[in-house]
């Protein structure tokens, strides 16, 4: 299998360097054609994936007119549903020729098919992604069925991208199967393999721009309706990382003692000697420490933290010598009374009261003069 994955693969620089009529422009409205009527009969996946590979192969050995591109296609659909469907499900020259665009007679589909197998010298026997997916999932032995659906709909997108035709069906199997599970669980697998990750990047890119056709096709309950779930697990994901992006930004330590920080290892020789000090401690190399030096006076966008008495001497006038400014009353806060000590309060204030009303009548009584006379 590894080995005819690779004998298998079609040149890409070959199709470049040959077809004059054709695109990959045209080559993914073609494939999204496909998908469409691949959907519409409910074949396997695995004949999708051998249809595609007939016609690029079919491309890299020869020059295919544009006329002729629709019609090699559906061949190519039709030799693969007979070496993948049973009998009874694979459609008829006769029901595929009414999908063309102009009307073409049944004996061509006996004539492309003909010249498709000289060209692939018969050899039809692909791996194709889907069969190293099954084979992956098989070996994993948990993988959870709305995981394994979205990897499905990840590998199809890499029919219509050329920037996926060179590698190997089963990188691509494995790289669909890691980003559907991070995506679904959003975790991180960890590989050693830097093209498995460039894959994997490429293919969530694709991801954010799938086409309508493959969202469509996936809407369904035969794939557990998936597509209507990718958007959200891309939110998830990015507000995942955006999180762990916040956790992981250096942290400033504090000094209690003044409010001051501690300073921090100073390399430039003109930094303003009234800026916060700051220590980093996280290992991160940058965080802003100081105003830029085009901001007049050097004033300070966040000031530092000062006690009651430094702040109350920092808005006083400059000291004239010889002159000591007094120290500012230090307010203290008293605990309020209880319902007893106020009872008291109010009950001792009634006798002083009553004691010096008494002691002014005894007063005007004696002397014949008010008390307030005096």
């Not at 998908?35 to 996946?45: A, F, Q, T, W």
């Not at 492309?112 to 084979?135: N, W, Y």
């Not at 991208?161 to 691509?172: E, G, M, T």
């Not at 004691?355 to 009548?361: L, P």
Request: glycine letters at 2%.
């Amino acid at each position: 299998m590894r080995e005819m994955e690779i004998t298998t693969l079609p040149n890409i620089a070959n199709i470049d360097a040959i077809q004059t009529e054709i695109s990959w422009k045209h080559r993914k409205s073609l494939i999204l054609w496909l998908i469409e009527v691949h959907s519409e009969y409910d074949l396997r996946p695995e004949t999708l994936y051998l249809t595609i590979n007939f016609i690029d192969r079919v491309c890299a050995k020869r020059v295919v007119k544009k006329s002729e591109y629709q019609l090699l296609g559906l061949t190519c659909l039709w030799i693969a549903s007979k070496y993948e469907e049973n009998h009874g499900r694979v459609p008829s020259p006769k029901t595929l020729a009414l999908l063309l665009e102009s009307s073409v007679p049944v004996s061509r589909f006996a004539a492309m098919e003909r010249d498709i197998l000289t060209d692939l010298d018969f050899v039809l026997g692909h791996p194709t992604p889907e069969a190293f997916l099954k084979s992956q999932c098989k070996q994993l032995n948990n993988v959870k069925p709305p995981v394994r659906a979205l990897a499905r709909l990840i590998l199809e997108l890499t029919l219509i991208h050329r920037r996926f035709r060179p590698f190997r069906p089963s990188l691509l199997a494995m790289a669909s199967l890691i980003l559907a599970d991070s995506l679904h669980t959003c975790r991180f697998w960890t590989h050693g393999e830097p093209l498995l990750g460039r894959i994997i990047q490429n293919l969530e890119e694709c991801l954010i721009q799938a086409p309508r056709q493959i969202i469509e096709k996936y809407r369904s309950g035969k794939f557990l309706n998936i597509s209507l779930h990718v958007k959200t697990m891309l939110d998830n994901k990015a507000a995942f990382l955006y999180q762990a992006r916040l956790n992981s930004t250096p942290q400033i330590a504090v000094d209690s003692h003044g409010g001051f920080m501690t300073p921090p290892k100073d390399s430039s020789p003109f930094r303003n000697p009234w800026d916060p000090e700051v220590t980093l401690v996280s290992s991160q190399p940058y965080l802003p420490n100081h105003i830029p030096a085009q901001h007049p006076h050097h004033v300070q966008l966040t000031p530092v933290f000062q006690s009651q008495q430094q702040y109350i001497h920092s808005q006083q006038p400059p000291p004239v010598p010889g002159f000591q400014l007094p120290v500012p009353h230090q307010y203290t806060h008293h605990q309020p009374y209880s319902q007893q000590q106020t009872l008291f309060r109010h009950n001792s204030f009634q006798h002083h009261a009553a004691n010096f009303q008494m002691a002014e009548r005894t007063y005007s009584e004696v002397s014949g003069r008010s008390a307030m006379d005096l």
